[in-house]
Nanobody, 121 residues
Framework: QVQLVESGGGLVQPGGSLRLSCAAS????????IGWYRQAPGKERELVAT???????NYAGFVKGRFTISRDNAKNTVYLQMNSLKPEDTAVYYC???????????????WGQGTQVTVSS
């Protein structure tokens, strides 16, 4: 059973920081590009940042210069360092990856369960 588990969310004041983690576990042969997404109440899920297996990164315009995505391939874990947080960053943050498990030749799509980030004074 493969799982993506996010952690690190919480309540933070505007201007504060949080570091989210997404740990992949199970019979994982290979992790593809990993992405962080977010969904605010009443809005569609949107892409925040992605990182390839070779650590090339891409960011949505609204987080450039504030958020940093990184990954530790040895731990099958990706991080999202979020600085200068704004109230509009409030959302549930999800990680996603295409994962190939042992015994399979295909990559399958996996989502984590999400972690709540609330930015409020």
């Amino acid at each position: 059973q493969v799982q993506l588990v996010e952690s690190g969310g919480g309540l933070v004041q505007p201007g504060g920081s949080l570091r989210l983690s997404c740990a992949a576990s199970g019979s994982i042969l290979s992790l593809s590009t990993i992405g962080w997404y977010r969904q605010a109440p009443g809005k569609e899920r949107e892409l925040v940042a992605t990182i390839t297996p070779g650590s090339s990164t891409n960011y949505a315009g609204f987080v450039k210069g504030r958020f940093t995505i990184s990954r530790d391939n040895a731990k099958n874990t990706v991080y999202l360092q979020m600085n200068s947080l704004k109230p509009e960053d409030t959302a549930v943050y999800y990680c996603h990856s295409l994962i190939r498990i042992y015994g399979s030749i295909q990559y399958r799509s996996y989502w984590g369960q999400g972690t709540q980030v609330t930015v409020s004074s």
